[in-house]
Structure formats: structure tokens, C-alpha cells
């Protein structure tokens, strides 16, 4: 069975109403422990947990690098991690990230000299769509890439915010130069996503969606360049424009 969806009985009303069958996507409520504590509870889209575990890490600032990751033990719904020696963890119950849990965090700005082509954001956003299987196949999940000189690595989730963490997760594995890269994603721009970006360098992020105010507030203080309403060949820049050729 697919972890990602699932066979549902429905009725579909159109002029008339059938029996038939529809494919829903999967949530899953995990509890992430860290050294003993718990950090967290997330509904999720129960796949590509390590990616998720190790980019929520990082781009939360729980850990610096890949190797202050001792074990990761994921199983049915928690997700056990041990850390070497770190300061007393915040304990934060962070359900499905209701609210900003970012405000008490200083931003220190993006250092990146990446500038991108206008046609190379259009190209990686309809990409990004076609590789999107799991959203074609039931519109529950969100999508993110995370786009390289050389990479482009999607990861899918019922949680927009997760689904960065994941594509953030992955990229630390395989060492990707986050400064270097950008992001492509569906879903607003609020600020707990812009922070994420922010925390590991990334310094553009693209979607379809709208941003909110608090989003480009965070936005144009930490120097990453925040384009929306991406669609038809044409897209809106919020902040720091500079790094879109035109």
C-alpha cells in the first residue's frame, strides 16, 4: 500500500450521482522526541520522515550540521532522534504549526551571490508541477523543490510546511549549497516558511500562492527574495529583486 494515499469509497454528484472510487492522501499525527524530549507534534504525510526529521532540525536551528545527528529512529507514530551534546531543547508543543513559532528568534540575513534567470523560474515551477504524482493523483498534499545548479529534488506533503522541511532535509544529505539554490513550492508565504529559509541561506522562494504582510516583513529583513502569483508565464517580486535577471 501506497504511504502516501489511499482508496476511498465516494459518491460523485454530477448531473446525476454514481458510486465509484477516489484516492485520498494520508495523514499521519507523528510525535518527534529529541534526546528524550518531546519537541513536537505534526500531522504529516508519513514518507520521506528522515528528509523531514533532519531539515525541521536544521532549518529550526536544533542542529548545525548532519553530523549532530547521532540516530534517527522512526516508528508507526513517533520519530525518536538523538543529538550529541545540545543546549536544553525548547519543548514547544508545535501541533500542525498553528501560529508563528518563530518570534523569538533573531534573523540574521542571507549571505548569497545567486542570481536567476526569469526563465529558469518559470521552467522549475511547471517542473516542479509534473513531478508533483501524488498531488495529481488526489490534490491533498502540497509540493516543494529544492533547485540547484544540478539538482532538483521534490518531496511531497499534506503540510506545506513540511514539505520544505523535507526538501531542506534532503538537500543536507546529498550537501547541497543552500546558498547557491532556491526554493519552489506550492502554498502562501507566511513567515514561519520565509524563517525556515532564512535559518539554512536559501535566498529565493517561488510559489503560486500569495504572501502575508508579517511574510514580507521577514522577507525584506532577512534578504531573500520572495516571488508570487506565479502563473502564465508571469510571476510578482515582493523583496530584494535584484537576484531575478529579467
Known amino acids: 500500500m501506497n504511504k502516501m494515499f489511499r482508496k476511498t469509497n465516494i459518491i460523485k454528484v454530477k448531473e446525476e450521482a454514481h458510486h465509484t472510487e477516489d484516492l485520498v492522501a494520508i495523514d499521519a499525527k507523528m510525535e518527534l522526541l529529541v534526546n528524550g524530549k518531546l519537541l513536537g507534534k505534526f500531522y504529516l504525510s508519513p514518507e520521506d ?3 523531514f526529521t533532519i531539515g525541521y532540525l536544521l532549518d529550526e536551528r ?3 550540521a548532519l ?3 547521532k540516530e534517527i529512529i ?3 507514530d513517533t520519530i525518536q532522534v538523538s543529538l550529541s551534546e545540545h543546549e536544553d531543547l525548547k519543548t ?3 501541533s500542525c504549526y498553528d501560529g508563528w513559532v518563530h518570534q523569538d528568534q533573531s534573523i540574521s540575513p542571507v549571505v548569497s551571490d545567486l542570481k536567476v534567470e526569469k526563465n529558469r523560474i518559470i521552467d522549475s515551477y511547471q517542473l516542479l508541477i509534473e513531478k508533483a504524482e501524488v498531488w495529481s493523483k488526489t490534490g491533498g498534499t502540497h509540493v516543494a523543490a529544492l533547485v540547484s545548479e544540478d539538482q532538483f529534488i521534490v518531496r511531497e506533503d499534506v503540510s506545506r510546511h513540511v514539505a520544505v522541511d523535507k526538501v531542506i532535509g534532503a538537500g543536507l544529505k546529498v550537501g547541497i549549497d543552500f546558498s547557491e539554490s532556491f526554493i519552489v513550492c506550492s502554498g502562501r508565504i507566511p513567515p514561519d516558511r520565509v524563517v525556515k529559509l532564512a535559518n539554512v541561506g536559501i535566498s529565493i522562494m517561488v510559489t503560486k500562492a500569495a504572501p502575508t504582510v508579517e511574510g514580507l516583513r521577514i522577507g ?3 534578504g531573500i527574495t520572495l516571488i508570487g502569483f506565479l502563473r502564465d508565464g508571469r510571476f510578482n517580486i515582493y523583496t530584494h529583486p535584484h537576484r531575478i535577471i529579467l
Open 49 to 51: 520522515l528522515e528528509d
Open 67 to 69: 553530523s549532530d545527528v
Open 62 to 64: 536544533y542542529i548545525n
Open 74 to 76: 522512526i516508528n508507526s
Open 92 to 94: 514547544d508543543d508545535l
Open 220 to 222: 525584506e529583513k532577512a
